[in-house]
């Protein structure tokens, strides 16, 4: 399996829900990441988990949430968004947390706030 | 601040032409990483360069790194229209942490 599985594909949700992204990979890579990317932009990185610690926080707002449950597992929990945080959001992981064999993105989610 | 800029932006080219995209980054690094995207698609993984001097090839296209001058270029030969998409270099922070900064992008749209 060389895939990076994002789970959903499209989402659509209120200013007031809470929902969760999710990514999934069976590698064995040790290092996963959230990347977010806005309409004709590059991505920008939020966080970065090595061996399931959360290693970066790019000054991420707290309505985004990181979770990391297993090395193979890893969550985006969105609370109280803003129509500003509609974006493609893009998991990506590798090996360890220096990319010698590449980083695997996920085909990604498409976000929506309402 | 690590900063990552492309050019051109935007490029339009016709089939069976030769054209290169510039990635130009400001703090040492020795490891970048090309990227292709099609609209609303993830980012599909071209090549990974990661010594000074690298030059990698599949198809159409050839990568190349120079750390000295802190230059990445990707070329493209005889370019056909399924090259069209969006194009990323992205610059490895190497700290405690390693993160990709990525370029501006490069728009490519070939004609026919």
């Known amino acids: 399996d060389t895939e990076v599985t994002q789970t959903p594909k499209h989402l659509v949700m209120g200013m007031t829900n809470k929902k969760s992204l999710k990514c999934e990979q069976h590698?064995?890579?040790?290092?996963m990441y959230w990347y977010k990317q806005k309409a004709k932009k590059p991505p920008e990185l939020m966080f970065v988990y090595s061996y399931e610690k959360l290693s970066i926080n790019e000054s991420v707002p707290s309505r985004f949430s990181p979770e990391c449950p297993n090395s193979s597992l890893l969550n985006l929990h969105l609370h109280a968004l803003q129509p500003e945080d509609s974006a493609l959001y893009l998991c990506a992981s590798s090996q360890t947390i220096r990319g010698l064999d590449g980083y695997t993105f996920g085909s990604g989610t498409r976000l929506t706030v309402v | 601040e690590l900063k990552v800029e492309q050019n051109p932006l935007f490029l339009s080219m016709q089939e069976g032409k030769n054209y290169t995209i510039y990635c130009n980054y400001s703090t040492t690094s020795d490891r970048l990483y090309w990227y292709r995207q099609d609209p609303g698609k993830s980012l599909e993984s071209l090549f990974v360069?990661?010594?000074?001097?690298a030059v990698k090839q599949e198809g159409r296209l050839m990568a190349s790194l120079d750390t000295k001058a802190r230059l990445s270029t990707l070329h493209i030969t005889a370019a056909v229209h399924d090259l069209s998409a969006t194009y990323f270099c992205?610059?490895?922070?190497?700290?405690?942490?390693?993160?990709?900064?990525f370029g501006t992008g490069t728009r490519l749209q070939v004609t026919l």
């Open positions: 992205a610059v490895e922070n190497t700290g405690t942490a390693s993160k990709l900064t």
């Open positions: 360069l990661l010594s000074n001097g």
């Open positions: 590698m064995g890579h040790r290092a």
